[in-house]
């Protein structure tokens, strides 16, 4: 994936250079127009697919105040280091549950709302045994939460591996952000230059690690493409979408995404058996869709070999606490700048 993308980033420079030689400036009526996402009632229907946001992608995201991109990208192992040492210890003798969420695009508050809502929940509503820490990219959180990049998913991952028990205890990564049709997960916060993850490029980032259980949610359009090469024993995956068809409640006037309000919000207050929750997410999910005259996004689900039994097992020293409402955070000044425009 980073090479396929150095070499379309070598080519559009090409592509640049010759159009700056022989043109002076396209007419007015040819000049490129950003489309804005769609909004509607919360949770607003705007796809979260990545072409949506791609026009938009420039420096104002970028706190005018704070770190530069050179201070941030050099903070990132030290951030990272600090956010592994402030999870709550592992209970000895039971089986524990690691939530990483990963909020992807740092151009829209949404999935930054929907990363740390997660990590609240686990942790307030599941009990001692269930620990969390949250990777995102936003422009309000540069310097209190490490980026949600390819490298520092890698650096979170292998030092999770020295505090849990790999064959015992549970990973759940939950992504969510921007997809194509490719089955790209976008990956943004510019100015910095990251790398995006594609289907193979999650599965291989796993593959690599010890974990033998595994839940991993991909909420973003067209993530039923990162099915085939997830799948596997002992591995749990959830998708949005299926692989070619969008998810929705992205957007600059929404606050958390369908897939997240359905599965997180709503069902796993209820529930704390991740596929009852998504089989109610589902439904839920239809019949917002079907009320907004929206293609059905139809979220998929591959249970591996042994999963729904390890998961049983932690369920059991679980009792669930109280429901944890949704209060979405302030938005980040930037994003509350964009929206505003």
């Not at 919360?42 to 770190?67: L, M």
């Not at 695009?105 to 999935?111: A, K, S």
């Not at 969008?246 to 991740?274: E, M, Q, R």
């Not at 999910?285 to 139809?298: F, R």
Request: proline share 8%; glycine share 6%.
């Amino acid at each position: 994936m980073r090479t396929l993308l150095t070499a379309l980033l070598s080519f559009a420079a090409g592509v640049l250079v010759m159009l700056l030689v022989t043109c002076h400036r396209l007419p007015s009526n040819q000049e490129a127009q950003g489309v804005a996402p769609s909004s509607s009632a919360s949770p607003a229907p705007a796809s979260s697919s990545s072409s949506d946001t791609d026009d938009n992608n420039d420096n104002d995201n970028w706190p005018s105040q704070g770190p530069s991109p050179e201070q941030v990208i050099y903070s990132q192992p030290n951030m990272v280091s600090q956010a592994v040492s402030k999870l709550s210890p592992r209970v000895a003798d039971k089986t524990n549950l690691y939530l990483v969420s990963f909020a992807g695009d740092g151009g829209e508050d949404v999935f930054r709302n929907e990363a740390e809502y997660a990590a609240q929940l686990f942790t307030r509503r599941f009990g001692p045994t269930a620990h969390a820490l949250v990777l995102e990219n936003n422009p309000a959180t540069l310097q209190s939460h490490p980026l949600a990049s390819w490298s520092n998913l890698e650096a979170t991952l292998d030092q999770l591996a020295t505090v849990m028990k790999p064959d015992q205890d549970i990973l759940v990564l939950y992504m969510t952000s921007h997809g194509d049709e490719d089955h790209n997960l976008l990956v943004d916060m510019d100015p910095l230059p990251l790398d995006q993850i594609g289907t193979p490029d999650l599965a291989g980032i796993l593959k690599k690690r010890p974990f033998k259980w595994k839940v991993v949610v991909v909420n973003a359009c067209y993530s039923g493409g990162f099915v085939p090469d997830l799948r596997g024993a002992g591995t749990l995956v959830l998708t949005a979408a299926r692989t070619d068809r969008s998810s929705f409640g992205c957007g600059s006037d929404s606050d958390i995404t369908y897939f997240g309000k359905a599965w997180l919000v709503d069902a796993l207050n209820k529930t704390d058996d991740f596929v009852d929750a998504f089989q109610l997410a589902r439904h839920d999910i239809a019949s917002w869709e079907q009320q907004d005259k929206l293609t059905p996004s139809e979220p998929q689900m591959d249970v591996g070999a042994g999963i729904a039994q390890q998961l049983a097992a932690w369920r059991k020293e679980v009792t669930p606490g109280p429901a944890v409402p949704f209060m979405p955070p302030p938005p980040s000044t930037a994003n509350a700048s964009a929206a505003t425009q």
